[in-house]
Antibody, heavy 122, light 110 residues
Framework: EVQLLESGGGLVQRGGSLRLSCAASGFTFSSYAMIWVRQAPGKGLEWVSTISGSGDNTYYADSVKGRFIISRDNFKNTLYLQMNSLRAEDTAVYYC???????????????WGQGTTVTVSS | QSALTQPASVSGSPGQSITISCTGTSSDVGAYDYVSWYQKHPGKAPKLMIYDVSNRPSGVSNRFSGSKSGNTASLTISGLQAEDEADYYCSSFRIGSTRVFGTGTKVTVL
């Protein structure tokens, strides 16, 4: 069964850092780009970042560029999101997601984790 | 990076059809046939309902259909059922290999 399991969320002070993890299983992890998406309380979905299967190419939303770093360990089948200089507006549920096809970064996302909650306090 | 524009809410009676629009620009919806739609219930992970404008993943009811014209994509739900009540989000690939979501539409079954 294809599964994604996020962890690492929690309460952090404004300006602090947090690293999220997403453990993947049931598919050839290294063949797929991976994506982080978040949803702030009462708000809509927001794309955060994408990383290619090899990890060589990364893309970020303007709202997190320069503060967040996406990475992956294809030996551990794990996706990461290092979040630095956190702001109140980064408070959200963070989801990792898998595209429905290999290699491309543009495919619809057919498998999602259950989400991990990040709360930034001021 | 502005979000795609969706109506805040759409409602219909059981059995009726409803359509949700998703308006973007020539840099996203109008540039690629990589529009997808997601259903989201509170506290649950999003679920892929439509990909590549009009394709349904295995297991998704054929009551869900998608289309696109110019910079606007649409999701139609026919034969509306109580279980369809949820939030719906469109998403598009965007120039620069980024992605963008829509503002979201709350579907209410009357």
């Amino acid at each position: 069964e294809v599964q994604l399991l996020e962890s690492g969320g929690g309460l952090v002070q404004r300006g602090g850092s947090l690293r999220l993890s997403c453990a993947a299983s049931g598919f050839t992890f290294s063949s797929y780009a991976m994506i982080w998406v978040r949803q702030a309380p009462g708000k809509g979905l927001e794309w955060v970042s994408t990383i290619s299967g090899s990890g060589d190419n990364t893309y970020y939303a303007d709202s997190v560029k320069g503060r967040f770093i996406i990475s992956r360990d294809n030996f551990k089948n794990t996706l990461y999101l290092q979040m630095n200089s956190l702001r109140a507006e980064d408070t959200a549920v963070y989801y990792c997601a898998k595209p429905r096809q290999t290699w491309g970064t543009h495919y619809g996302m057919d498998v999602w984790g259950q989400g991990t909650t990040v709360t930034v306090s001021s | 990076q502005s979000a795609l524009t969706q109506p805040a809410s759409v409602s219909g009676s059981p059995g009726q059809s409803i359509t949700i629009s998703c308006t973007g620009t020539s840099s996203d919806v109008g540039a690629y046939d990589y529009v997808s739609w997601y259903q989201k219930h509170p506290g649950k992970a999003p679920k892929l309902m439509i990909y590549d404008v009009s394709n349904r993943p295995s297991g998704v009811s054929n009551r869900f259909s998608g289309s696109k014209s110019g910079n606007t994509a649409s999701l139609t739900i026919s034969g509306l059922q109580a279980e369809d009540e949820a939030d719906y989000y469109c998403s598009s690939f965007r120039i620069g290999s980024t992605r963008v979501f829509g503002t979201g539409t709350k579907v209410t079954v009357l």
